[in-house]
């Protein structure tokens, strides 16, 4: 049987929705964030050594990494399903945007949420205002333009095709829609000018297995 490790409003909710788009039975141990670190509990920590999620048990299989996990799945539940044939244009995309999810399009914002979080911490009066303006400097000069080109070339990219393997939705845009939440979560990203997004969300929040993890995972609101 399946344990997803689930920490509340975080990235392992996209391993629920994998879950229920493949119709395995599992179930789901919730583990609350600290409210002023927003970290993991240490219990996560008896789970795999890194304490982070998603990670997820089966048997006496252990598996972190939300890319591994989606592997791991599919290989042993999916019967070919939410993955394109091997040796296909459609493979070779699913394999990139399976790895740029994580690879490529977090950490940047990550950065923007840590330096946006510079911005506001308490911190002496003296200090405030050249903690503020660095942090303003790498953001304006590194982070938000880096956001925005992976935005931008996504947002093209979903002008290519419905999905970003192709026509068929795959695990890969499951991957890839932890970036694009979190985007929107703290960019909006409809106003912004970025419609093939805003679109796809909308097609994957309409899904009865997007809703049915939800159902499941209990509360799913991302940092800003
Ligand atoms: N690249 C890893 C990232 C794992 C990760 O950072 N997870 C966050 C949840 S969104 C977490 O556990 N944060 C709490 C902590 O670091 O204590 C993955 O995709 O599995």
Do not use: C
């Amino acid at each position: 049987m399946v344990t997803v490790h689930h920490l509340e409003n975080s990235r392992s909710q996209r391993v629920l929705w994998l879950l229920e788009e493949l119709g395995v039975p599992y179930e789901v141990k919730r583990y609350a964030r600290n409210p002023e670190t927003m970290l993991a509990p240490p219990e996560l920590r008896a789970v795999h050594p890194l304490g982070k999620s998603p990670v997820i048990t089966d048997d006496d299989v252990t598996v972190a990494e939300s890319g591994a996990i989606v592997e791991y799945l599919l290989e042993r539940y999916g019967n070919g399903r939410m993955i394109p044939p091997p040796g296909t244009p459609e493979r070779r995309r699913y394999t990139y945007w399976l790895h740029y999810a994580e690879g490529s399009a977090m950490p940047p914002l990550l950065l923007k949420l840590v330096f946006d979080r510079v911005e506001v911490a308490p911190m002496p009066f003296f200090v405030k205002p050249i903690a503020r303006q660095i942090a303003g400097r790498v953001k304006s000069t590194f982070i938000e333009p880096q956001v925005k080109l992976h935005f931008d070339f996504l947002e093209r990219e979903l002008g290519k095709s419905t999905w970003f393997a192709g026509e068929e939705m795959t695990a890969a845009d499951v991957q890839m829609s932890f970036p694009i939440e979190a985007a929107d979560a703290r960019a909006g990203l409809g106003a912004s000018g970025r419609p093939k997004l805003a679109a796809f969300l909308q097609r994957i929040h309409a899904r009865p297995a997007y809703q049915r993890a939800l159902a499941k995972g209990g509360p799913y609101e991302l940092m800003r």
